[in-house]
């Protein structure tokens, strides 16, 4: 009767030794799958901060890169500015204006015309900074041809012992019809030809009262027109030393 009571006893106590032997086995399993899970984690992770470091190490070469490459450019951008300036007072210094820009027109208009430039800079250097002049040697009135009327016995004067001749062309005043007049508008450009002995020819063109000079018989001669009564120019004369 003991043996059939210590039986079903007995195979309890197997069986709870047996359930224990499978939870420490299943445990152990469990325990090797966290422990290789967690070593691939840590792989993973290793490898992907060792990626991150390496894209963050790139990033800052790409920064050092982009930031020599702006001081470069910033360098480049000074240094055409810079460029810019020069060209710039360069330019205002060597291209001609006002009587400047008309002084050299004018030698390049001698030179193609062919007189020598060695002529031109003898004259030049020989022009003294004071004029020496006789004063005004007198002045001499004459009618003003419009695109209407010629003058021909009053359309000209000769100054300098008739070495300088002048007349003058103007546009023709205007009525309160719109007609013209034959008589020339003071308050518009007058254009005077002074010609000289030979039948050279110069012509000066600008608003009253007009300023020009003439080179005739080894002498400089300065005139003054100015608007006279109707229809009429007066010129005043000055002789001067040339050069």
């Known amino acids: 009767m003991s043996l059939g009571f210590r039986d079903p006893y007995e195979r309890r106590r197997k069986h709870r030794r047996w359930t224990l032997v499978k939870l420490i086995v299943i445990l152990g399993l469990l325990a090797v799958v966290g422990w290789v899970a967690y070593g691939m984690g840590l792989q993973i992770g290793q490898g992907e901060s060792d990626a991150l470091r390496q894209q963050l190490a790139e990033s800052r070469e790409q920064v050092r890169e982009l930031q020599s490459e702006n001081g470069r450019l910033e360098n480049q951008h000074q240094a055409a500015l810079q460029r810019a300036e020069t060209l710039e007072e360069r330019y205002q210094r060597d291209v001609p204006e006002g009587e400047m820009e008309r002084l050299l027109e004018l030698a390049r208009q001698r030179i193609e015309d062919g007189v020598d430039a060695e002529r031109l800079t003898f004259v030049l250097?020989?022009?003294?900074?004071?004029?020496?002049?006789?004063?005004?040697?007198?002045?001499?009135?004459?009618?003003?041809?419009?695109?209407?009327?010629?003058?021909?016995?009053?359309?000209?004067?000769?100054?300098?012992?008739?070495?300088?001749?002048?007349?003058?062309?103007?546009?023709?005043?205007?009525?309160?019809?719109?007609?013209?007049?034959?008589?020339?508008?003071?308050?518009?450009?007058?254009?005077?030809?002074?010609?000289?002995?030979?039948?050279?020819?110069?012509?000066?063109?600008?608003?009253?009262?007009?300023?020009?000079?003439?080179?005739?018989?080894?002498?400089?001669?300065?005139?003054?027109?100015?608007?006279?009564?109707?229809?009429?120019?007066?010129?005043?004369?000055?002789?001067?030393?040339?050069?």
């Open 125 to 243: 250097e020989s022009v003294s900074r004071d004029r020496d002049c006789s004063g005004p040697t007198g002045s001499r009135r004459f009618l003003v041809d419009t695109p209407i009327y010629t003058n021909e016995g009053n359309n000209s004067a000769t100054f300098a012992d008739g070495a300088v001749t002048l007349s003058a062309l103007g546009d023709s005043a205007v009525n309160e019809d719109g007609n013209p007049e034959a008589w020339f508008d003071p308050e518009q450009p007058l254009t005077v030809t002074a010609t000289l002995i030979g039948g050279e020819e110069e012509e000066f063109e600008g608003e009253l009262p007009l300023h020009f000079s003439v080179v005739a018989s080894g002498n400089e001669h300065r005139f003054t027109a100015q608007a006279q009564q109707r229809g009429y120019v007066e010129v005043t004369h000055e002789r001067c030393s040339f050069p």
